[in-house]
């Protein structure tokens, strides 16, 4: 399905006819306009009916009090259909526990937990430390490179094989993965063009995956995702497309959300020059920084829930079976919530009031892994590069689920 008749991304968002906006239009995001749409709808219509898009007729929730009200109603709004806006075909469609509602979701949640447990992050950091600086110390001087394919896939996908103790020399299979399942088909350069092709590959994902769970089911319980799951009394009995589910929500939440708040991160030091000063005159304020970039960056765009009944939200009748996405991306631009919300600020109060991560039963379960990587990252690059020069505008992914860069050239004088 096309998008409302009269609606173009690079229209003005506030002239066009409110019933015309489709928030889910993928343009918006990768032209880097999207702020103004949301900024629209939070005024004029926060809970938005879009009768005709790509992936049918979808409620739009933007303002931050509102998406609050579904993150906590599970019992009324449902993960179980799946958390993008896509409907799969049923024989493609994936289990995995953060598109389960509780109880099943609980249990299965609580088995990789211990992965991001304090202590198991303690261990983490030294291997980190270790990695970012290696690929630190090995970026060109004075020469334009790309800081993603260089830096932010690198980081996240040395994490993601240790998290899996996947073979490292592979390492870029995960990252191939990740984009495979979160690939929109109307990218004129997507990897895939149907949900058949998209499964036909996550099948190779699986099958390797299955490997490492073989090894593993018949040797004492390890620290590693795949032992986890594969000694999990929830979760070894997992049929074959849960088994798949959840390495495909493994690999994506390792990966999409650090990679690209790696990428945002210097993209918005960058274009707010007075806080990289800042930054540089009080390295100190890493900690506080990185929550604030994974706020900037929103690095999903929303996450999606189906009404389970009848439900009022901000004066508008949800009805059972409509499904609605909670644009996080917008909740936190949300003046009413977040002071200064349009203002990229390092040392703001309250950094950690975000949406990014989600909230309630379905918070992301490696948040604190995400702010380690790139507090770490950041230390180790204020130590040796005071600023890395932004050529040009970032690419940006053709998604309007993963609020992604693809492509980022930096140069680093000295």
Not at 122 to 127: L, Q, V
Not at 227 to 254: K, Q, Y
Request: with cysteine.
């Amino acid at each position: 399905m096309n998008a409302p008749v009269g609606f173009e991304a690079l229209a003005d968002p506030w002239t066009i006819p409110i019933d015309q906006i489709d928030v889910a239009d993928a343009r918006i995001f990768q032209d880097d306009v999207w702020p103004g749409w949301f900024a629209r709808l939070r005024r004029d219509d926060p809970v938005h009916f879009t009768t005709d898009s790509q992936f049918g007729a979808y409620w739009s929730v933007t303002r931050y009090k509102d998406i609050m009200q579904v993150e906590t109603n599970p019992q009324v709004f449902s993960s179980a259909s799946g958390i993008t806006l896509l409907d799969q075909e049923t024989q493609y469609r994936l289990a995995m526990f953060i598109a389960m509602d509780p109880p099943k979701h609980d249990v299965q949640r609580l088995v990789v937990a211990p992965i991001v447990a304090p202590g198991n992050l303690a261990n983490m950091a030294g291997t980190i430390r270790q990695r970012a600086a290696t690929i630190l110390d090995n970026l060109p001087r004075n020469e334009t490179f790309d800081w993603v394919e260089h830096v932010s896939v690198e980081l996240t996908t040395q994490m993601l094989a240790t998290l899996f103790d996947y073979p490292l020399e592979r390492r870029r299979d995960l990252t191939y993965w990740s984009n495979i399942a979160t690939t929109n088909f109307k990218d004129p350069n997507a990897l895939v063009k149907t949900e058949e092709e998209r499964f036909t590959e996550l099948r190779k994902m699986a099958a390797a995956m299955m490997d490492l769970w073989n090894q593993r089911v018949n040797a004492p319980p390890a620290s590693d995702l795949i032992s986890m799951l594969a000694h999990g009394e929830a979760t070894r009995n997992m049929d074959p497309m849960e088994f798949m589910g959840n390495c495909v929500l493994l690999i994506v939440g390792g990966n999409d959300t650090t990679r690209n708040s790696i990428s945002g991160g210097l993209w918005a030091l960058n274009k707010h020059p007075d806080e990289y000063r800042k930054l540089r005159e009080n390295p100190g304020l890493i900690p506080n920084m990185v929550p604030e970039i994974i706020r900037w960056q929103t690095p999903l765009a929303y996450m999606r829930r189906t009404a389970l009944r009848d439900y009022e939200l901000a004066g508008k009748t949800i009805h059972a079976g409509d499904k609605l996405a909670m644009w996080y991306i917008s909740g936190n631009r949300d003046a009413e919530a977040i002071e200064d919300a349009d203002r990229f600020i390092i040392d703001r109060s309250r950094p950690r009031q975000h949406l990014s991560f989600g909230f309630g039963i379905h918070r992301c379960v490696g948040n604190r892994l995400a702010e380690l990587q790139l507090t770490i990252l950041w230390e180790e690059i204020m130590k040796r590069f005071p600023f890395i020069e932004l050529m040009q505008e970032p690419k940006r992914v053709y998604s309007s689920f993963v609020h992604g860069i693809s492509s980022m050239m930096v140069r680093i004088p000295g």
